[in-house]
T-cell receptor, first 112, second 111 residues
Framework: DGGITQSPKYLFRKEGQNVTLSCEQN?????MYWYRQDPGQGLRLIYY???????QKGDIAEGYSVSREKKESFPLTVTSAQKNPTAFYLC???????????FGEGSRLTVL | SQQGEEDPQALSIQEGENATMNCSYK?????LQWYRQNSGRGLVHLIL?????REKHSGRLRVTLDTSKKSSSLLITASRAADTASYFC???????????FGIGTKLQVIP
């Protein structure tokens, strides 16, 4: 079945460690997105990518990095520079001529 | 920055009643969308309304858009316990590439 797969679902990290969250889609979508969700704050855009080898910062990109080497994949690295990384991270994708976003099931990151 | 703001932030109703959620946004848009999220899960797309449309229906859902007031409403008729979830509006401007969300309305439908 077509869809978006995020892994891992749960992740624990010690302070000062980088961690990479995986996002893979087989929907043949050009655009992919990373959002962060905190309680009571809705979804905030971290990074988005329209095509391979290109991406743009969203509203809260500091402390995060991404790559888009393949159309299907858009991994997010949470670096040690991100001061408050504990959150629920959501990956999404859409076709360039369709506004509808398709979401993965999310990755919950907890910093110990 | 978040484009949309939903109102109310929380809503509790009895099964069978209608639920209305509102969304206000700040800048001109191409489209406005509504999504649903069950606790701890990803979001699911419900409906998209274009900036030149005023009303749209999908099953028990009715969405209205007033671009002069920069606002939208989502009506769920004859609610069911299974409708319990958080509902978000999302807007995009430019070329679909930057979709921003509001803070959501948490709906509880009591059986």
């Amino acid at each position: 079945d077509g869809g978006i797969t995020q892994s891992p679902k749960y992740l624990f990290r010690k302070e000062g460690q980088n961690v990479t969250l995986s996002c893979e889609q087989n929907l043949n979508h050009d655009a992919m997105y990373w959002y962060r969700q905190d309680p009571g704050q809705g979804l905030r855009l971290i990074y988005y990518s329209q095509i391979v080898n290109d991406f743009q910062k969203g509203d809260i990109a500091e402390g995060y990095s991404v790559s888009r080497e393949k159309k299907e994949s858009f991994p997010l690295t949470v670096t040690s520079a991100q001061k408050n990384p504990t959150a629920f991270y959501l990956c999404a994708s859409n076709g360039l001529r369709s506004g509808e976003l398709f979401f993965g099931e999310g990755s919950r990151l907890t910093v110990l | 920055s978040q484009q949309g703001e939903e109102d109310p932030q929380a809503l509790s109703i009895q099964e069978g009643e209608n639920a209305t959620m509102n969304c206000s946004y700040k800048t001109s848009i191409n489209n406005l969308q509504w999504y649903r999220q069950n606790s701890g899960r990803g979001l699911v797309h419900l409906i998209l309304i274009r900036s030149n449309e005023r009303e749209k229906h999908s099953g028990r859902l009715r969405v209205t858009l007033d671009t002069s007031k920069k606002s939208s409403s989502l009506l769920i008729t004859a609610s069911r316990a299974a409708d319990t979830a958080s509902y978000f509006c999302a807007t995009d401007s430019g070329g679909y590439q930057k979709v921003t969300f509001g803070i959501g309305t948490k709906l509880q439908v009591i059986p």
